[in-house]
Structures are given as C-alpha cells and as structure tokens.
C-alpha cells in the first residue's frame, strides 16, 4: 500500500509540473470547466421559474442533487478522465506492454498516471457549490448522514469510472480508436437527471445495466428523502457487481492482447 501511495504522490507531482508548463491552455481548460458548470446550474435555474417542485423536490433540494453530480465529474474529470483517453491508444498500438511488465497493477497504473491539474482547481470550486448547496437546501441533516452521502458520491465516482473502463475494454476485439467511448459520454448526460423521470425499460437500463442513476441521484434522494434501506441495498449489490464484472471483463480482454512483440 506504501509503494503505490509513493507511486501515486510521483504521478500527483509530475502532473501539476507538466500543466504549469502549458499555461494558457490550463487556462483555458478550467473556463471551459466552468462553463459547464454555469450551463448545468442554470438549466434547472429556467426549469424552477416555471415551477416549484420537480420529481418532489424544491429547488434548493434540487441543487444539492446538481452540486452532487457536478463534484462526481470533477472527481472523474480530475482523476480518471486523461487516462481513460489513451487506453484505447495504448492498446492498439502494443504499447500497453511497458505497463504489464512494471511490478504494480496494470489497471492502478493505467487509471491513475495522469491527474488533471486545472480540473482540480476546478473540483475545488465544485466542492464549494456542494457546500454552498448543502447549506441552503432546506434540509435538517446530521453528521452521519453527511458522511453517508460523501461515501455515496465515492461510490458513484467508482461507478462512473467501471461503466467507463467496461465502454473501452472491448477495444481489445474491436481494436477501434474511441472503444464504445461516444455511447458512454451519449448516456453519461443520464446522470445529470433525476432518476424518478425515468420509467420502464429505461429505468432498467439506468439503475441496473448501466446504472448512471446510482452516481449521484440516488445518494442525493437517499441524502434528501432520508435513509431508505432498500434504496442503499440496491446501491451496494450494484457497485459490487459492477467492479466484479469490470474486473474479470478487463482479464479476459488481456488474455485476448496481442502485444507489440506478438
């Protein structure tokens, strides 16, 4: 466990000095950041001039659900997201050997290599909305229950991540460039919705074969609507299935790599 903290604090430093050496575009890249926060706030800011409730909840309410999503993604956006970029790069080209052969996880390596410097600074601010959120969301909370949503979003963060990681592995048959990167960005926007508006066939989808709604909906119901045991069940049952499925996916696309001395 040392060795890999000590591997992960060497990432961490490499990172932020690569980024100072590029500083308009890590400029650039948290305004484009913040845009996005600005666009997604404002989007349910119109829908509230027109009502009240939404899904049930009021919009402060609504807001600690926005500020949820928005801190998952720049998790994901500051840890994850460079890395997930080049896998499928890496894999066409043969160069994925030079992390098979290091003496530490592939998957640690490969997921964590690169943090995202101006995203952090960014993840700063978004962490600031939850709080902002949290304080004027209406809603009466004890210390336990925010520690339950924060290992919730962790949680979601994890999620996001398998769905992402279960997208780019079949790269190792289709050997194309993206994977099936486009349709997980197409249905990642799933998260950013309430989880109640969806019904049917595509409530299915989202809370059980691809369940974005667990990322961040559901720990903010959970958080807003006060603990519901089987809603944190299915939760649990779910993030532990994913990370098995993602695991033993990732094991069989290896058995099926042709390296570049193959």
């Known amino acids: 466990m040392k060795r890999y903290l000590r591997l992960y604090l060497h990432f961490l430093r490499f990172s932020f000095s690569k980024a100072m050496e590029f500083r308009v575009d890590f400029t650039f890249k948290i305004f484009m950041d913040i845009l996005y926060y600005l666009v997604n706030i404002l989007f349910f800011k119109v829908i509230y001039l027109h009502t009240s409730m939404l899904g049930g909840w009021t919009e402060n309410q609504m807001m600690i659900f926005v500020s949820s999503y928005l801190l998952v993604d720049a998790v994901n956006m ?137 990322i961040a909906s559901f720990p903010a119901r959970i958080f807003i609507e006060k603990l519901q045991d089987m809603t944190l069940l299915h939760v649990i049952v779910m993030s532990s299935l994913l990370w098995f499925v993602m695991i033993q996916f990732w094991r069989l696309g290896l058995k099926n790599y042709s390296s570049a001395s193959s």
């Open 78 to 214: 500051t840890v994850f997201s460079s890395n997930m970029w080049w896998i499928p790069f890496l894999i066409n080209k043969g160069d994925l050997d030079y992390y098979l052969i290091r003496p530490v996880s592939p998957l640690f390596f490969l997921s964590l290599k690169e943090f995202s410097a101006n995203s952090f600074i960014n993840l700063l601010m978004a962490l600031g909305f939850f709080i902002y959120s949290l304080s004027t969301g209406d809603i009466h909370f004890q210390v336990w229950e925010l520690f339950l949503l924060m290992a919730l979003l962790l949680n979601g963060t994890l999620i996001y991540y398998c769905i992402q990681m279960i997208m780019i592995i079949p790269v190792f048959w289709t050997h194309s460039a993206r994977g099936f990167a486009d349709l997980f960005y197409s249905l990642g926007i799933s998260m950013e919705r309430p989880d109640k508006i969806y019904k049917g066939w595509l409530r299915v989808l989202f809370t059980i074969l691809l369940p974005f709604s667990l």
